[in-house]
């Protein structure tokens, strides 16, 4: 039987893992489930899964839980440090989908104890790439991505040679706005932006498909993993979604991942890793589809992917205070405080603001040194939103 946690499991990839997990239930022994403030959903999936324990991420919830939890064997536990508790117990195969870098810490936990961590949380590499492939390599544990393009490019280049690789291109969707004329962007709203015309996905990778942040967080995430040059990532905007990835090799050949909008592909492919086994995932018919679009995206639309590159030429922690900005900008955005364009200029000028400080980002990354960065880049986006606000009036 394989010990597996879920970290995240209320949330859309959790929920999507379950689901796999329950077609075969007999494989499999559910260590520890993970959640926030859904504690009904959480409390029903550990009792019908018998996991050993059931950890909700807020403090103020644990008698919630404690109560829906009573009559059964599943013990109760709350907050980030018991998150991250949860991470640490044995378990060959860890999910790792909680949303935003909250996700590091209980990552980095269950590479210590050297399980294989399925990492659909990308912000976990954005913002300590290095910290994370060289704690696993360290403890001798195994990352394997869940994002689709990433465990598209992964599939790819299975029996290859990576020095023979001369370029990845990421697809994307283009998000929800993608066809809008740039001067309607500015108000743009979020119920506008919470809506993916492809993918069911939680709301905050839905509006950040919208900005491409979450593009820009993808392409640092296959810098980080694939061990890549910058210049060799692209992206290409492709409407449909059905192209994931692409490989392209020295010979010239490009090697196309091609998929329906299901993340039990990705989820599954990780699970079954290193086997393939039938997963419950639709067969294209390329022939009812017909065509298939690309382009190239535009840069004055999505200014989120030249801040991507900036940052990996930054490079030290300016990952951790990138995704962070990022990450107040969208709660700024989510709250009403600032418009759908503002998101990217907040990001910019935390970036300016921290990057002119001396010795800031090029210290060394550790869990201790990103977190403290992290703090700092959301209060100086909190910082740029007021002031934004005061000009504004
Ligand atoms: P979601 O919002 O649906 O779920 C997030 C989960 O994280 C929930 O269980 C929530 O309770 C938990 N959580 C939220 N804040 C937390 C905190 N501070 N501490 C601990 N737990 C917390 O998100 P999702 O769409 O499932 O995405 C999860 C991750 O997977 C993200 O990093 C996202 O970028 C990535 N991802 C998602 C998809 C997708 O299809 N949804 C695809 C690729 C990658
Ligand atoms: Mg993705």
Redesign the pocket.
């Given at each position: 039987m394989k010990r597996i946690t879920i970290l995240?499991?209320?949330?859309?990839?959790?929920q999507n893992t379950l689901d796999l997990i329950r077609r075969d239930r007999d494989a499999y022994q559910v260590v520890a489930l993970?959640?926030?403030?859904?504690i009904a959903q959480l409390a029903r999936d550990a009792m019908e899964f018998g996991a050993e324990i059931a950890v909700t991420?807020r403090d103020d919830l644990l008698d919630d839980l404690r109560a829906a939890l009573s009559g059964s064997a599943v013990r109760a536990a709350a907050g980030?440090g018991a998150?991250a508790e949860a991470g640490a117990r044995p378990a060959d195969w860890v999910m790792s989908?909680?949303?935003?870098a909250?996700?590091l810490p209980p990552g980095l936990a269950a590479l210590e104890q050297g399980a294989t961590l399925a990492l659909?949380?990308?912000?976990t590499l954005v913002a300590a790439g290095p910290l994370v492939m060289e704690t696993a390599a360290r403890h001798g544990a195994r990352i394997l991505p869940?994002?689709?393009e990433h465990s598209a490019i992964f599939q790819a280049l299975i029996g290859e040679d990576i020095g023979a690789v001369r370029r990845v291109v990421i697809t994307a969707s283009g998000g929800a706005f993608r066809d809008w004329p740039l001067d309607a962007l500015a108000k743009a709203s979020l119920e506008q932006a919470s809506t993916h015309p492809n993918?069911n996905?939680?709301?905050?990778?839905t509006i950040d498909s919208a900005s491409m942040f979450?593009k820009a967080l993808e392409v640092i995430e296959a810098r980080e993993f694939f061990g890549l040059d910058p210049a060799q990532i692209e992206v290409l905007v492709h409407p449909e979604s059905l192209v994931h990835a692409l490989v392209g090799f020295c010979d010239g050949a490009l090697l196309a991942h091609v998929g329906p909008h299901d993340?039990r592909h990705a989820i599954g492919y990780a699970l079954n890793w290193p086997e393939r086994r039938p997963l419950p995932v639709d067969a294209l018919d390329l022939a009812a589809i017909g065509q298939l679009n690309f382009r190239a995206p535009d840069p004055a639309r999505y200014p989120a992917l030249g801040l991507a590159r900036e940052v990996m030429e930054m490079r030290g922690l300016s990952g951790a205070v990138f995704n962070a900005a990022k990450e107040r900008a969208l709660d700024h955005f989510i709250a009403g405080r600032i418009g759908f364009l503002d998101m990217s200029d907040v990001v910019e000028e935390v970036l300016a603001r921290l990057s002119a400080e001396n010795g800031l980002i090029d210290a060394g990354i550790t869990l201790d040194s990103v977190t403290r960065l992290d703090h700092l880049s959301r209060r100086c986006a909190d910082a740029v939103v007021q002031e934004q606000c005061k000009k504004t009036g």
């Amino acid at each position: 039987m394989k010990r597996i946690t879920i970290l995240g499991a209320t949330g859309s990839i959790g929920q999507n893992t379950l689901d796999l997990i329950r077609r075969d239930r007999d494989a499999y022994q559910v260590v520890a489930l993970t959640g926030g403030r859904n504690i009904a959903q959480l409390a029903r999936d550990a009792m019908e899964f018998g996991a050993e324990i059931a950890v909700t991420a807020r403090d103020d919830l644990l008698d919630d839980l404690r109560a829906a939890l009573s009559g059964s064997a599943v013990r109760a536990a709350a907050g980030a440090g018991a998150v991250a508790e949860a991470g640490a117990r044995p378990a060959d195969w860890v999910m790792s989908a909680i949303v935003g870098a909250a996700g590091l810490p209980p990552g980095l936990a269950a590479l210590e104890q050297g399980a294989t961590l399925a990492l659909a949380n990308k912000e976990t590499l954005v913002a300590a790439g290095p910290l994370v492939m060289e704690t696993a390599a360290r403890h001798g544990a195994r990352i394997l991505p869940v994002d689709s393009e990433h465990s598209a490019i992964f599939q790819a280049l299975i029996g290859e040679d990576i020095g023979a690789v001369r370029r990845v291109v990421i697809t994307a969707s283009g998000g929800a706005f993608r066809d809008w004329p740039l001067d309607a962007l500015a108000k743009a709203s979020l119920e506008q932006a919470s809506t993916h015309p492809n993918w069911n996905m939680g709301q905050r990778i839905t509006i950040d498909s919208a900005s491409m942040f979450n593009k820009a967080l993808e392409v640092i995430e296959a810098r980080e993993f694939f061990g890549l040059d910058p210049a060799q990532i692209e992206v290409l905007v492709h409407p449909e979604s059905l192209v994931h990835a692409l490989v392209g090799f020295c010979d010239g050949a490009l090697l196309a991942h091609v998929g329906p909008h299901d993340m039990r592909h990705a989820i599954g492919y990780a699970l079954n890793w290193p086997e393939r086994r039938p997963l419950p995932v639709d067969a294209l018919d390329l022939a009812a589809i017909g065509q298939l679009n690309f382009r190239a995206p535009d840069p004055a639309r999505y200014p989120a992917l030249g801040l991507a590159r900036e940052v990996m030429e930054m490079r030290g922690l300016s990952g951790a205070v990138f995704n962070a900005a990022k990450e107040r900008a969208l709660d700024h955005f989510i709250a009403g405080r600032i418009g759908f364009l503002d998101m990217s200029d907040v990001v910019e000028e935390v970036l300016a603001r921290l990057s002119a400080e001396n010795g800031l980002i090029d210290a060394g990354i550790t869990l201790d040194s990103v977190t403290r960065l992290d703090h700092l880049s959301r209060r100086c986006a909190d910082a740029v939103v007021q002031e934004q606000c005061k000009k504004t009036g």
